[in-house]
């Protein structure tokens, strides 16, 4: 990394709090209980947690716009909670964190999605226990959903779909919000799962991690990640791939030109949420700096290996983001100056 590169994304970093993102998708909420487990129990060849502490932390497209919101920019956050002690928990923390969630819907048919994690006495996880319902939204509901974001769409720079299938993002609703961004001139970009990419037709970039691009083209990892993105291309309709490969990297594909670039070498604690800061950091990259998808793709990967050096999801800020990029600058052998 020279100088000139280097200057260059951090102006791009003091940019992002220019930027607009409507983020539609499951909301999560991550409870963490902490403690100590040194003996079995009685009742079953399984350990006891002695519960120390607990923690709560926003989760799936939750933590997208947690993770835009600290990076300095404005965030809409729509989905749906139940009407529930965790949702009021979850509402808590989004307003602590100044996201907007006008656009969250209470469901009194479902509870708050919770995934809560068991960890023991150096960072073990012991069991994740999930609290979720998965059946597709209500038509009105969906609906409502659409004439939100009609609603504010012209304001936005960016929309961020975040599909954990948990039933808001049914195949329907994407393709009307599809339609809506097209006649506004607005992007989309899709971070998905399941096996089935199809209901995915039409989004502009279309970010998935390797596993889901294996599963969704039931392709072998010896396969050609040209051949993967392509195959992803066509059962999508999607202008842009971009596969996140862990720690060898990400890989960017649009037809016609490629983009390899190889992780940030660091400590590894936990990936969850990863995928999320890697996300979030994609879409302000690209709205901020005129959809340079190289640049994009430098800044989301140091926000990723700042993510996966803490135990949970962790929003990252503007100076942590320019210090590791600092730090890889100095690693460079370049003058830092």
Not at 131 to 150: C, P
Not at 161 to 168: E, T
Not at 275 to 284: E, K, N, R, Y
Request: glycine share 6%; with cysteine.
């Amino acid at each position: 990394m020279d100088k000139t590169l280097k200057n260059s994304l951090f102006t791009l970093i003091d940019k992002f709090q220019d930027a607009k993102i409507f983020v539609i998708g499951d909301i999560i909420l991550d409870e963490y209980l902490w403690g100590t487990a040194n003996r079995l129990s009685p009742e079953a060849p399984v350990p006891i947690l002695e519960v120390k502490n607990k923690t709560y932390l926003p989760g799936g497209a939750a933590n997208v716009a947690n993770n835009i919101a600290s990076l300095g920019a404005k965030v809409y956050l729509c989905g749906v909670v139940g009407s529930d002690l965790y949702s009021k928990l979850l509402l808590d923390i989004l307003n602590k964190n100044q996201i907007d969630h006008q656009y969250v819907i209470t469901d009194e048919s479902r509870p708050t999605t919770v995934k809560t994690r068991l960890i023991a006495q150096n960072n073990r996880y012991l069991a994740r226990v999930d609290v979720e319902v998965d059946s597709t939204l209500s038509d009105a509901l969906s609906k409502k959903i659409y004439e939100y974001l009609e609603s504010v769409i012209d304001e936005l720079d960016l929309i961020i779909l975040s599909d954990y299938i948990k039933g808001v993002l049914s195949q329907s609703l994407i393709k009307n919000i599809v339609k809506l961004a097209n006649r506004h001139d607005k992007m989309i970009l899709m971070d998905p799962k399941g096996q089935d990419f199809s209901k995915y037709s039409g989004v502009d970039i279309l970010v998935p991690n390797m596993d889901e691009a294996l599963i969704a083209t039931k392709s072998s990892s010896e396969k050609p990640l040209k051949e993967i993105a392509a195959e992803l291309r066509r059962v999508c309709l999607a202008d842009k791939v971009i596969i996140t490969l862990s720690d060898e990297g990400v890989y960017y594909f649009d037809g016609i030109d490629e983009i390899s670039l190889k992780s940030y070498s660091t400590d590894v604690y936990d990936a969850t949420g990863a995928g999320d800061t890697f996300v979030a950091t994609l879409g302000l990259g690209l709205v901020v700096g005129g959809f340079d998808y190289e640049k994009a793709l430098m800044l989301a990967n140091y926000a990723a290996a700042l993510a996966v050096r803490k135990v949970g999801t962790f929003a990252i800020k503007p100076a942590q983001l320019k210090e590791i990029i600092k730090i890889a600058y100095n690693n460079s052998g370049a003058n830092f100056g």
